[in-house]
């Protein structure tokens, strides 16, 4: 497989992965599907992450991604 079908592959899986991300977190259907408003969402997020409590804001999202994740796997080895 040539380089650039390799790297076009990563790059279209990593992009699944995000989009499967918003639907995780219940996003799509929250918007029922409108993509305007969770493009409006992501633009905001992405001035917040600019701003001067960008820092903080990463921290706080992060820490309550890894939680929902680590509960996640917890209930999946529950059940």
């Known amino acids: 497989m040539r380089t650039w079908q ?7 899986r990593h992009l699944i992965e995000l989009g499967g991300l918003v639907v995780k977190a219940g996003i799509v259907e929250m918007t029922g599907d409108d993509r305007a408003t969770i493009y409006g969402a992501l633009l905001w997020m ?3 992450l600019e701003s001067e409590g960008g820092e903080h804001a990463r921290t706080l999202w992060a820490e309550k991604g890894k939680e929902a994740f680590t509960a996640e796997r917890n209930e999946e080895l529950k059940g």
Not at 6 to 12: A, G, H, P, Q
């Open 6 to 12: 390799v790297e076009r592959r990563k790059r279209t």
């Open 46 to 48: 992405a001035d917040r």
